[in-house]
Structures are given as C-alpha cells and as structure tokens.
C-alpha cells in the first residue's frame, strides 16, 4: 500500500477560476490526489482580482489557506516544513523569494510544478521571471513540468534540474461527462484572452463566422478587449464558471482548441481545456504543434486545422455520426491516459520517487496516522490565517 503523504502547495489560485486555467488544473489534480489517501493544504496569496470571482471557497480535498503577503505566509512555516513535500507553483507572485526561503527552511524535499513550462524557460533565458530563477531550479527536487519533449532536457542540462518530470494538466472526470443537450453552436471557443493567441484565433474562428453568416459560433472567457469587431452570428460570455464548462461544450457541435505561441514552439503542451472538452465527448478543432499526436490521434480523436477553409469544410461537411464518434473516441482516450486519477498516480509516483532521494518517503504522515500521534500539523494555524477550509 503506498504511504500517506502530506503535501503543502504554494500556488497561483485554487479559489478562482477567473482568468486562469491554474485553478482548474489544481482541483482535478489534488482532488484526485487526496482521494488517494494523501493530505493537501493549498496556500494562495490573496489577490483582489480572485476574491472578486472566487467560485470555490470552500474545497471539499483540501485545506485552503489565504495569505496577504510573503511576510505573512512565513507565519505557516512549521506547515510547510514538516510537510513531506512541498510545491512551489509557477506564476506564484514573488514565487522567486518564496522558493528561496522554502529551499531555505525546509529539510527534505521541494518540488515545483509549472504549469508554464515554455514561458518560464523564455523568462530564465531573458531573466525576467518574478517566481523562478535560474539558480532556484537545481533545487527543486522534482521539477514537475507540463510540457514535454525537449523542454524537460533542457531543465536538466542547462539549468541543473535533478529531475524534471512531465506532469501535464488534467480534468476533473466527475465534472467533465457528456451531455444530452442539442447543440446551439457550430463552433465554440473557451479561454481567456491572449494577444498572442488572437491571430489563430481569428483565422481559426473569427474568420469562418464572417465567411458563413449561416452558422454560430461563441467565444466565452475574460479580458478580450472591447476593440475587436466581432461578427454578428459570434456570441460572447465574459466567463463560464467550472461547473458550467460540460454545458458549453455540449452546446457546440466543435470546440475549438487554440494555443499560446510559446507552447506552440515548444511543442508538447496540452492545455486544461482541450482535456475538458475531451472529457465531454465534445469533437476538437486544434491548431497543430509537435507532441499533439501522443496526446491524441490527429483524424480518429481530434481534428487539426491550419485554415479558414479547413474549419468551413469540417463544418459544412462532416457527418453527423463521424462526428460523433470523434468526440467518443476522445473521451475513450481521455479516460485511459489522461484522467484526473491517471495524473494523480503520476504525481504519487513522482513525489515518492523525490522523497526516496531524500530519505523521507511518507515519515511525517506515517506518524499523523500513528495512535497517540502530537505532530505539530495538527495544532491550530494562526489565528491571523484566513483559512477556508480546514
């Protein structure tokens, strides 16, 4: 039986889902780690954009602490060593000093899990990153990367990375099932603005609902700036909550999947929500980028596209029961290689394997589980501490 395991996460938001596809990642992942067995406290700075749009207050998996500031988050330092393992996450504000002092303070291992692998390695290179620095990564035992291929080569060797290992994102397959619900759109897209990813976006959707006045399509996701003309057939939500994604991706005939230019140079880099819709049964339109053929098989479970008409054609032309049997087919797949359990099995085996290294494979929770146990974790936090759940 693998051991229990207390892990203490230092992330981006597991509150909100706002603008961001970190939170979501973080729920599917350790929800499915603490189903099995493992402990998880979850430590997010308090950040007003979040708590304006918190949809998950109340984590039913984990505790959820909110901290003002760094000075604040040393308040729970005996949490954070005495963990078994600790994970700094990518995009965490001042993530640099915090890592920094976890590396300081703590006496076994210290991961970190980016989730922005390509970015982050475009930041180190341009040393213009506030949660990394090119000295931190030699520390950071495992480095769990959500991008593949030769970026995880390229921690190792040039930044001395002990073993950086690919952990890509997931879904929550409890949340993300099919639907029995008509389609209202042709063709829907789910993300949050990005200039970068504008241009395909454009081409990729934006462009077929001029050209096919006779169809719908929608966009849904924050921060899209009010200066974009869209057609008159494109409808637009500001935000759909994770509760509401299975609706939206049932309510388009195609999701369309479209990718950051850092990820799509560097390849091997899923996004959250091309597993959703997986997870959803929904058929996938997805621009192309070296590793998408491991992740799924191009013409069998998704559809890659590099043009207006390619789009138009599928549209117009695809039988309904081809389509169908796509959006099946990648579910199938989803279920057997990507599932929130499969990742968190990943993470399991990858935290093992760490603390091994470091001669502290499950100490800590053996003695949480153990009759008569005093382990410091369980006195009460600070009193300061703006704890959700707990």
């Known amino acids: 039986m693998t051991r229990r395991l207390s892990l203490a996460v230092i992330g981006l938001t597991l509150s909100s889902s706002w603008g961001n596809g970190h939170a979501t990642t973080y729920r599917a992942l350790l929800r499915a780690f603490a189903a099995r067995g493992h402990r998880v406290t979850f430590l997010e700075r308090d950040q007003p954009w979040y708590a304006d749009h918190r949809d998950l207050p109340d984590p039913d998996f984990c505790r959820l602490i909110l901290y003002r500031d ?17 994970i700094i996450g990518s995009y965490v504000a001042e993530g640099a000093a915090i890592g920094r002092w976890v590396q300081g303070v703590r006496r076994g291992a210290t991961g970190f899990y980016d989730i922005d692998t390509p970015i982050t390695l475009s930041g180190l290179r341009g040393g213009r990153l506030d949660y990394l620095s090119p000295e931190l990564v030699a520390g950071y035992d495992p480095y769990l990367s959500f991008t593949g291929g030769p970026a995880l080569e390229t921690l190792e060797t040039r930044y001395g990375a002990p073993a950086a290992r690919l952990l890509y994102c997931t879904a929550d397959e409890r949340l993300h099932r099919p639907l029995s ?20 976006l454009e081409r990729l959707l934006v462009e077929p ?35 509401d994604h299975p609706a ?38 997805s621009d192309r980028w070296p590793g998408i053929e491991n992740i799924f098989t191009p013409g069998r479970e998704i559809l890659l596209v590099e043009e207006t008409r390619e789009v138009l054609a599928i549209l117009r032309d695809m039988a309904e029961s081809e389509r169908l049997a796509l ?3 990648a579910r199938r797949r989803f279920l057997y290689a990507h599932s929130s359990d499969q ?6 085996k990858h935290l093992l394997e760490a603390l091994a290294r470091h001669g502290r494979a ?29």
């Open 70 to 86: 760094r000075r604040h988050l040393r308040r729970f330092r005996e949490l954070i060593v005495e963990a078994d393992m600790a």
């Open 181 to 200: 619900v008509k389609p209202r759109f042709d063709l829907g897209y789910l993300g949050t603005y990005s200039a970068d990813r504008q241009p395909a």
């Open 209 to 243: 609902a001029r050209l096919a006045p006779d169809l719908s399509f929608v966009v849904a996701g924050p921060q899209f700036p009010e200066s974009i003309d869209w057609p008159a057939n494109v409808t637009r939500y500001s935000h759909v909550s994770p509760a």
């Open 248 to 285: 939206f991706y049932a309510g388009c005939r195609f999701t369309l999947n479209v990718t950051r230019s850092d990820m799509v140079g560097s390849g091997f880099s899923p996004s959250v929500r091309l597993f959703e819709a997986a997870a959803c049964a929904s058929p996938v339109l």
């Open 327 to 329: 959006g099946k087919a």
């Open 343 to 348: 990742r968190a099995g990943e993470l399991e």
């Open 362 to 390: 499950g100490k800590q929770a053996d003695m949480e589980a153990s009759p008569g146990s005093t382990r410091a974790a369980a006195r009460p936090l600070p009193t300061e501490a703006v704890v959700l759940r707990g």
